[in-house]
């Protein structure tokens, strides 16, 4: 039974990879999805594969002491980042980790995106983050990120991506999205100079609905 559980969420990882591609939010070798399968193991995306073409049997499954169960593929780069994440927030059962475009752009920009001009953002997203520059793939950067999760499910990292965390793979994959589309009409509104933000009331309304 517990198998069958397993490679259901093996073909749930990859289904979510497939369509964070389909998506244009990350390329065929960016980004990264992991799924908290219990409290010993965590199901990851490899590095080295086509992420538009990802199967249900090229999904790694590793430890959360870090061994590799599936020794065939390469694990991700990040692999320490998303164990990092998982200790710190136990809540926490989703990453996707990608680099689409724009929200991308403001990581390059250091500036935040404005999730205040729809409901929509500020519900799905609240506050994201800002983490700083840190190399790719190291200890470094997983402890950056285990600092700045605290009280946030979005993370943008200083010239490198975004992190979207959720309670499933569904939730995560969502955030990724919404910021994408909060940063194009963050772009848009600063290009046309006018914008008309959701006032501080109408901001705790839906943070009080949401609580």
Do not use: W
């Amino acid at each position: 039974m517990k198998e069958e559980k397993l490679n259901t969420y093996k073909k749930e990882v990859a289904y979510f990879m497939r369509r964070l591609y389909r998506q244009r939010l990350t390329t065929t070798s960016g980004g990264n999805i992991s799924y908290r399968f219990d409290e010993e193991r965590i199901l990851i995306t490899p590095s080295a594969l086509d992420k538009g073409r990802m199967r249900s049997d090229q999904i790694g499954l590793m430890m959360m002491t870090g061994k590799n169960l599936t020794p065939v593929f390469k694990p991700s780069i990040e692999c320490g980042m998303h164990m990092a994440i998982y200790e710190k927030r136990h809540d926490v059962k989703a990453i996707v980790h990608a680099h689409p475009p724009i929200a991308s752009a403001f990581t390059a920009l250091n500036r935040s995106i404005n999730c205040a001009l729809t409901a929509e953002a500020r519900a799905i997203l609240g506050i994201p983050r800002m983490a700083p520059y840190a190399l790719m793939g190291t200890t470094e950067l997983a402890d950056i990120v285990s600092r700045y999760i605290t009280d946030t499910n979005v993370i943008l990292l200083e010239n490198h991506g975004i992190i979207c965390l959720g309670p499933t793979l569904l939730a995560a994959f969502d955030r990724m999205e919404v910021l994408e589309a909060a940063a194009k009409m963050t772009l848009i509104t600063e290009l046309l100079k006018d914008k008309k933000e959701l006032n501080p009331r109408q901001l705790r309304e839906i943070d009080d609905l949401l609580a």
